[in-house]
Each structure stands twice: as structure tokens, then as C-alpha cells.
């Protein structure tokens, strides 16, 4: 990648999070880099939003951290006990190339904060309940962590 493509990519990637906090903002999450974090009574609830890493395109990917699980205070997406990505919830749509050659007009950003409310939100909120967490853990199996699969099993896990 040469150095103009880099600039436009950052430049692409601090909008659109600038957007996707004022998305977020009045749900109680708090912004830590390209991490928007909510923290809830039995989990904490991540989006991340980064750089697609062999295109100019954006990944939203988010996920559950249970506090009864894990002890970590500041989960990232990535150690996350169950996740995905907007391309990975809608199927074979891939948000990635949409913002491949994404350029910062109010439609494109509109696009990608509105997938985060109407797809990222409501899954983050649904995998919280025993038959959200259940069919997503049959749907998406490699999403889900073995701490949380042990859980699951065992009962240790206490879900809304």
C-alpha cells in the first residue's frame, strides 16, 4: 500500500468511527481508540472498528466478553467468549467491500453506522439470553470461545 492510500484509509476509518460513536454514545458506550465498549451487569459488549488488512476496506466486527467467565475489565473484539462481523451475521455480504472504496460521503458512512444499528446492536443484545447464545453457538460455531462452550455445558454461565 503507498502512503496516499494510507492517509485516505485513516482519514476513512476516524469519520466513520467519529459517526459510529455518535451512534453509540447515548447506549453507554465508551470509546477507547477503535474499540466502543458497554459495560452491562453479566458482559461487556465490544465493537471494534479497524482497517481490513489487504484492502482499503472497513471491519466492523463485535462481540460478548461474560464477566462470568473471564476477568478481564477491557476485552477487546478478538478475546471476546463469543463474536462475529457484519458480514458474518448477514451472510454472504461482506461489509468489507462496500467501504473498499469507501469515500467519506454521508451515504457511505450512513450505510455502515446503520448496519451497526440494526445488525451489530441487536445481536450483541440477543446472544445475552439462553436462546439467542444457543442458536448463534449452532450457527457459528468458530465464534465461540472454549471457555464459553464449557460454560455452556457445565452450567456455570448465568444468562438473561
Given at each position: 500500500m503507498d502512503a496516499a492510500h494510507d492517509v485516505r484509509s485513516k482519514r476513512m476509518t476516524t469519520s466513520l468511527v467519529k459517526k459510529i460513536g455518535k451512534l453509540l454514545r447515548p447506549m453507554h458506550y465508551e470509546k477507547f481508540d477503535l474499540v466502543f465498549r458497554r459495560s452491562g451487569p453479566i458482559a461487556f459488549d465490544v465493537i471494534q472498528i479497524s482497517l481490513a488488512q489487504y484492502s482499503s476496506g472497513i471491519t466492523v466486527a463485535f462481540g460478548v466478553y461474560f464477566k462470568g467467565i473471564g476477568q478481564d475489565t477491557n476485552p477487546v473484539e478478538s478475546i471476546c467468549h463469543i463474536k462475529s462481523g457484519l458480514s458474518g451475521v448477514v451472510g454472504p455480504c461482506d461489509f468489507t467491500a462496500i467501504a473498499e472504496d469507501y469515500v467519506d460521503t454521508e451515504e457511505a458512512s450512513a450505510g455502515i453506522v446503520a448496519a451497526v444499528r440494526l445488525i451489530a446492536i441487536p445481536w450483541l443484545?440477543?446472544?445475552?439470553?439462553?436462546?439467542?447464545?444457543?442458536?448463534?453457538?449452532?450457527?457459528?460455531?468458530?465464534?465461540?470461545?472454549?471457555?464459553?462452550?464449557?460454560?455452556?455445558?457445565?452450567?456455570?454461565?448465568?444468562?438473561?
Open positions: 443484545d440477543s446472544v445475552k439470553t439462553h436462546n439467542g447464545l444457543t442458536k448463534e453457538a449452532e450457527r457459528n460455531a468458530e465464534g465461540v470461545s472454549t471457555h464459553l462452550r464449557d460454560a455452556l455445558q457445565y452450567g456455570t454461565l448465568t444468562l438473561r
